[in-house]
Structure formats: structure tokens, C-alpha cells
């Protein structure tokens, strides 16, 4: 019988296994390919990978990057323990690979270095928002589970960002665990949707391990295990009197009315279900209607399939909401839920032979590579984005080869470095320093990306002339 | 520094606190509520709770059951640590919350009984997948992650079986970890697949945790880290003489050419982008016209955006392709990512107070509860699911109150009891046991069931009287 949660301790637990076998493989390959008297020793060739995002997900118009701190984590502490070892070596297709490949894969630990945009950036398509460069098996290695927590986080930020922004100053509240892919998933979806401007979660975990603030109401069995409704709104403001009541399990009008008329002093209500803003006008005349004022400051939360269209509706007709609880639809991205973020190879750096085993080379040998297949192309090189301000918000960003010097590179670079041959380089952000920086990240974007009626197609992303040569002197051989 | 991986432990690590605030919320006002001299102590009302879907995914026409081992493992294992403890304490809205309910939270334990359907079943709206009956704070409590853990793995068997029927003789296997919710999303997707018909996953954690069968190529990067895609070729065979080269990194038709011009002996070729059809068709006649059909064994797999209606038409149009890889249609069910699945109380049972300290009750009270709200109607009472067949096909389902003994309720009830007072009372399947069970389930659907281009929206199932009848009767107090 078996769980299935991935375990994490401090010798990696189960992610090193948390891969596509194909990554496995490869790595095997290369560790004989390179290790043959043609090619150099596998830890002298470096591969350089970009993740970027082609196209971005339907409805879109910009990214809000995140996931780096749980990807940093990762690359710090994967290990392939014994067990693990022999689970590959039993494998029919590894029974070529010899055993100095699974030793190799014992002492395996990440060395590389990493460059990425810090988390809550606004980002568009074909901008990197990881930079790897490390020996070409652990760059490989680590493809799967970074992308697989940058696409999910990515996606999830983005589309609390479109919500966040819909509301406008209420506030926005994530609601969905129970609809997220499994229990992993509701924790991150959390965390990613707290960094794009919710004021919090109804996820418990992600207030005790992050510090996320939780909120909940009660749900309608509560409501239902009493015989009437009535007792159940008091006994529940009796143990939580700052606590709100649901009132739509068998009639929303009905049950505020008896709220009202049992004198139940409550904080606020929840409206799950029908017309949001026809009940949301009526029950705040009921409330602020009420004999002596005692309702006038009970808040109104609505609920119930909301999304960034539903609650723009809502706010553009002053519909009396004061704050959103949104689930299925943010916690799985659910008008399009795949981020298509790829990692490519996009340059190889290989020690020259002849002076791998006399001197440390005056100068390593890059290669840049990309891929021509249709609709797939990518753009060689390891690189940087600037991005150009006016009048505080974003005017254009030029992608550069990450070695360029030119003039027009002024502006501040927005990958930055945090992992220097494994080891972490800068103090990572807090939660709500990475929530300010998105808040303020925002504030830089042109209003017609923030429009979610007319999706923009056409970026402010120029390429340098450098990189623009490569291309088009790339020739696959 | 976090990497919000969820422990899983035999001390239940993390799971307790995965799940909605306002479920620990509810359960300190039952505990409140119930002990309190109007109400019974709470450990004697039980509540009865069943999971179900009311709408089907857009485009689906059935669900296929997946997730209750996890869920069962959930149950068995969950407790409340010191640590988490003192977290709830912490929170300003528990701060009226007295000693005895963090006791009673510190000694937690599932102590009730589940019936569920085996996973793989075949089932239809608004019939339960698990019914659970225990005091009612554990039946509470236990919501969140038995509806996240049921949702997604339900999910995602319901997309790979019309995938897997839609391929026909032809294989499947799973290939989207990498646009996965993240990393647990990955694996339980890969497990949720391979019950549905999968033959196969890319996800190493599921060939090592479950024993599915693990499957993987190369990527664009291990050409491109070569200077010349046919040593890439050769060094990938030389290490795995059984491997697939992927082909379309500059020009499929050109990679194919190059393997037999080079005399590169490879058990299959994958075709990653462009025209799916028309590429196989030249691939083919290339690897058979092949001087001495060395390669007219030579497979072909085809993946790249690849879902059910893709599949069914390359199948109905011949393409000669062998097996087919799917990813992020498949891992994120992006047609429709969510199951909006549901737990709601269905009765209440409480023994009568003046019993409770004398003797065992006669009889305890039960008591149906079902909800009103618009179009989130709920059948009362504990059920049950009897399967009728004709012919080896599903004629029809009737859905009865559990206690029901009627004459036409002969056919095999579909729910079983897995626990019992906490206790499991089955051994379960094996993983293979339950892809067998669902390969005979989906030979007993109809076949307008599994048509992809007509969606079913009516469905063979009915109510027994007595369940009408208490609909009808019930009044909300």
C-alpha cells in the first residue's frame, strides 16, 4: 500500500527518481560518449540550458514567474541513494550500462550555476527564466522536475494575477485544494497564488510551512448535521465569533433573514451558489436594513466557480462583495492549464582536449546549438534580458547574448545569479518580499496587458544584433 | 529555504494539515457543539458522507474510479503532531478555542468505516465513489484530501481510458510529468494512466514506488550537445542498443535518412512535430525500403501534442505508427482539469441521549440531510449502487438506500466495505490487478459511451422508490 507523497529530507528523498527516464538515459549516453577516446571526459563538456515559455497559455497576455526557491532546493539537495541505484541497475534497457555509470550516480550532486529572473517577475514569451550551465549529465539530470514545478507555479501565478487584478481592492482569497492535482499541488498553488497578490489560502499547510495567512468559513454539512439551520449559525459564531456564515444550503435570502431575526451577531456571510450579484445587492439591503445598525459592517464573500471574467463582471457592476474566495478555476488554471515552459540546450562549452590534462585552458570552446524543427526553433546562446523603462512602466526588453557589451545594455539585467558551482549565492526573498516585488512588478505593465478582453499577441521583446547573426548563420551539420 | 515536497511518514507527517482551514474550524465547533448539554457528546453523532461527481468533464461521457488506495493510506495513517498543534494554537481565530480540542486533536484518529467502488470502475454522475461513515468530526476532517486525492487520479483515469480506447491495438504511454502540477501531480498521474490502460509511464518515481513499466527516448538536447546528429545517433545505440532516436531536432525525413545511409541499427525512431500522418507514411517506406530490410522492424512512435481525437484520426487514416506518447493532454486533462467532485453529508446517526450512558442503543436515530441550494442538489441517506447487465453490457444502475432490501436489488452491489472502525477488511488489488479490472469494465460499456465525437448526457441510472420518496418528503427546518 502505498501513499504516493514524494518524500524530502535532507538526502533528497525521492526527487532525484521524480524524472523522466529518458533524463536517466541520456545520462548514461553521455557518460560514454564522452568518455570514449573521440570526445573529451563527460565533466569537461557543459551544457548551457534556458527554460523560456514559447507561447504563452490562452487568454494570456504576460507570465509571473515562480517556483525558483522550491527548483534551488531541489538542485541543492537531490541525491540517488543505494535503493534507488539498484531500482535503475534492474532495468532491462540498463543492462549494457556498465557499473561506473551507477557509481558515478551515487556521488551525483549538482554543481552547477544558475541564473533566473527573481520570482514574481513579468515575463513574455521566448524570455529565459532559468539559465543552467553545469557538466552537460547534471544540466540534463534535473530537466524534468524543474520544469515540472516552474511550469506549475508559472501557470498559477499568472492566472492569480489576471484574478487579483479583476478584483480590483477587494480581496482575493484561493480556494481550491480540493480541485488541485493532488495534495502537492494545492500546497504550490498556494504559495504561487499568495506571490501574485491573494491575501491568503484556505490550505492549512501552506500556513504552517509558509507562513501564508489561512481562512475558512464552514461548509454546508456543518449547516446539515443540524436539525435546524438556525442552531447551526449559533453554535458555530459560539466557538468562532469573528467567523462567517455560509447561508446558502438551503435558501441564501431565507437563512439571512434568520440570522438577522435570531440576532446572530456574525462577521460576515458567504453567498456559494446562484445570482452573485442579484443576492449580493439583496443581502446587503437586508443587512444594513437590520434594527440598530448591528449588520451594517458584516461583510459579504461570494464563492462558488468564480473566475478573473466573473469577478470583473461583478466589480464593474458595484456588485456589494467585499471579498472573493476562488478555487477550481485558479488552482488548476482551468481555461488553460499547461504552461508549455521547455529547456533547451541552448550552448555547449567543451575543455579542448589537448589541454584538459596539462593546463587550465586560456579559453574554453563554445558551441551554440538550436533546434530547427517546425514551429520548435530556438534562439542560441546563453542569455540576458534588459529590460527599458519610461515613465515607470516596461517600454521594451532586449534579450542579448549573456556575454554582450553594448551600449544599449544599460538597463538593469533581470536573470540574476543564485547558484555558483552549487552553492547558493544570494539571501533568497521572503514570501511577502517576493509578494511586494510582483505587486510592484505589475504596477510596471501597460494597461493593455492587464486587459483581460483583448489578448495581446505582439510583445515588447527585441533581439540583439548578435543574436539575430547567429541565427541566421546556423547551419545543422 | 522550503521545498514543499509533502512528507509522508508513518506518523503521518504532513498530510494532516493538508487540507481547508475551515475543516479544522468545523470540527472545534462539532466538538463544542455536541458536548454541550442540549446535544449529545460529539463522538456520538456519526456522520455519513459521500463522494460523488455531479457533472461529468466537459467532452466525457463516464468516469473511471482511481485513488482510493491513497485515500485508504490517508485514513490509516494521519495523526497531528506537537509541532502542527502548536501551529493551530497560534492562529488568532483558534485563540477562543480551549485546551481539550487541541487533546483531542493530538490523540486523532480515523476510527470509521468506508465502502467504496473498486478503482477502475465505470461510473456515472451522482453516483457515490466512496461513502464514509464515522463521528462526525473524523468524517469532517478527512474531506480535503480524500476529495483532492479521488479528484485528480479519477481525472486523469477517465482522460487516459478514452486516450487508450481511441489508440485502439495501438499502445499508449504516459509522457507528461514535466506539465504535470508538479512533481506528486507527475507520479500519480503516471498511476492514474497506467489503470486506465497505459502501458507505461516516463516517470522513473512510478517504475520505482509501483512497478509501472518506464519508458524513454532521448531529447532535442542529447543531438545537439553532438556536433553532428549521426554521432549522436551512435553514441545513444552503443549505450542502449535497444533505444528510439528521436529524429525531428532539424528535419525528420533528413535524421531518417542519415540513420540508414549510416547503417545505424535502432529498435524504433520517434516523430516529435509536423505533420504526424504524412511523416509516418515516409518513414515507413523509408525504413522498409531499406537495403535488406534491416530496418522493417524498425517501430515507430509518434508524440508531440498528441490527445484522444489526434490518436483517432491518425488510427482511422492507417498512419503506421506503433505506439504514441502522451504528455500534457493527458497529465493535465486539458480539455477539462478539474472533476468537480464532492463530499456531502448524507445522514447523520445519532444514539439517543438517555442511551448513552445505560446501555448499547436498540436502535440509533438516523437522520437524512440533503441540500437545496440551486443546481447543487443532494440524494439522502447512505447508498448503494446495484449493476445490472445484459448481454455482458450495462443495462442499467439502480441507486438504493444502503439498508434497502427489495427483490430487484440482486445484481452485485458496486460498493464495498474497505474499512472497518479504521481497520482495512480487504486485501487490495495490485496495480496490475486493477488495470485488468478496468480493461474488463470498459468491454462493459456501450459503445455510445466510448464514441468520441457524440457526448452522452443521459445516463442508465435510476432511483429506488424509497429514495424518491425521501426527496420529496424532506423539508428544510
Chains 1, 2 share one sequence.
Not at 328 to 351: F, M, Q
Not at 392 to 420: C, N, R, T, Y
Amino acid at each position: 500500500m502505498e501513499g504516493l507523497l514524494i518524500s524530502d529530507n535532507a538526502k533528497g528523498g525521492d526527487t532525484a527518481l521524480a524524472t523522466d527516464f529518458y533524463e536517466l538515459a541520456m545520462a548514461a549516453a553521455y557518460f560514454y560518449s564522452y568518455d570514449h577516446s573521440n570526445f573529451p571526459d563527460s565533466s569537461k563538456v557543459k551544457g548551457i540550458f534556458e527554460m523560456f515559455v514559447r507561447r504563452l497559455p490562452k487568454n494570456r497576455s504576460y507570465l509571473v514567474a515562480a517556483g525558483l526557491e522550491q527548483v534551488l532546493y531541489f538542485l541543492m539537495k537531490t541525491r540517488f541513494n543505494n535503493e534507488q541505484i539498484s531500482y535503475l541497475r534492474s532495468l532491462e534497457v540498463f543492462k549494457q550500462v556498465h557499473d561506473d555509470f551507477f557509481k558515478y550516480l551515487r556521488k551525483f550532486k549538482f554543481t552547477g550555476s544558475v541564473w533566473a529572473v527573481p520570482e514574481g517577475t513579468i515575463l513574455f514569451p521566448n524570455e529565459p527564466l532559468i539559465r543552467v550551465e553545469a557538466p552537460i549529465i547534471e544540466a540534463q539530470i534535473i530537466e524534468t522536475y524543474l520544469l515540472s514545478m516552474m511550469n506549475f507555479q508559472t501557470l498559477i501565478a499568472t492566472k492569480a494575477s489576471r484574478i487579483v487584478t479583476s478584483a480590483k481592492d477587494r480581496s482575493v482569497i484561493e480556494f481550491g485544494s480540493r480541485r488541485a492535482h493532488g495534495p502537492q499541488a494545492g500546497l504550490l498553488a498556494a504559495r504561487a497564488s499568495y506571490i501574485a497578490g491573494c491575501i491568503g489560502t484556505s490550505n492549512t499547510l501552506a500556513g504552517f510551512k509558509l507562513g501564508i495567512p489561512v481562512f475558512g468559513t464552514m461548509a454546508h454539512s456543518f449547516i446539515m448535521s443540524f436539525e435546524k439551520e438556525q442552531t447551526a449559525f449559533k453554535q458555530f459564531i459560539k466557538t468562532f465569533p469573528t467567523g462567517y456564515l455560509l447561508v446558502d444550503t438551503y435558501d441564501s435570502i431565507a437563512a439571512i433573514k434568520k440570522i438577522i431575526k435570531s440576532r446572530i451577531k456574525t462577521a460576515g456571510i458567504r453567498l456559494d451558489s446562484g445570482d452573485l450579484y442579484s443576492l449580493s445587492v439583496q443581502a446587503r439591503r437586508l443587512l444594513d436594513n437590520a434594527a440598530g445598525g448591528k449588520y451594517s459592517n458584516t461583510k459579504i464573500m461570494a464563492s462558488g466557480e468564480l473566475n478573473e471574467y466573473l469577478i470583473q463582471d461583478l466589480v464593474s457592476r458595484c456588485a456589494p462583495i467585499d471579498s472573493f474566495g476562488v478555487g477550481t478555476e485558479l488552482s488548476t488554471s482551468r481555461d488553460d492549464p499547461a504552461l508549455n515552459g521547455v529547456y533547451k540546450l541552448v550552448a555547449t562549452r567543451i575543455l579542448p582536449k589537448f589541454l584538459i590534462k596539462n593546463r587550465r585552458p586560456a579559453s574554453e570552446k563554445i558551441h551554440y546549438t538550436l533546434k530547427t524543427s517546425p514551429a520548435k526553433k530556438t534562439y542560441p546562446g546563453g542569455k540576458q534580458v534588459y529590460r527599458i523603462l519610461e515613465n515607470g512602466l516596461i517600454k521594451s526588453d532586449l534579450v542579448a547574448l549573456e556575454d554582450e557589451k553594448e551600449p544599449q545594455l544599460e538597463a538593469p539585467p533581470l536573470l540574476q545569479k543564485f547558484l555558483d558551482n552549487g552553492k547558493i549565492l544570494l539571501r533568497l526573498p521572503s514570501l511577502n518580499g517576493i509578494r511586494a516585488y510582483h505587486l510592484d512588478q505589475i504596477k510596471t505593465l501597460p494597461q493593455k496587458f492587464l486587459n483581460l478582453d483583448i489578448v495581446q499577441e505582439s510583445f515588447p521583446v527585441s533581439y540583439s544584433n548578435r543574436l539575430q547573426a547567429e541565427i541566421r548563420n546556423f547551419r545543422p551539420k
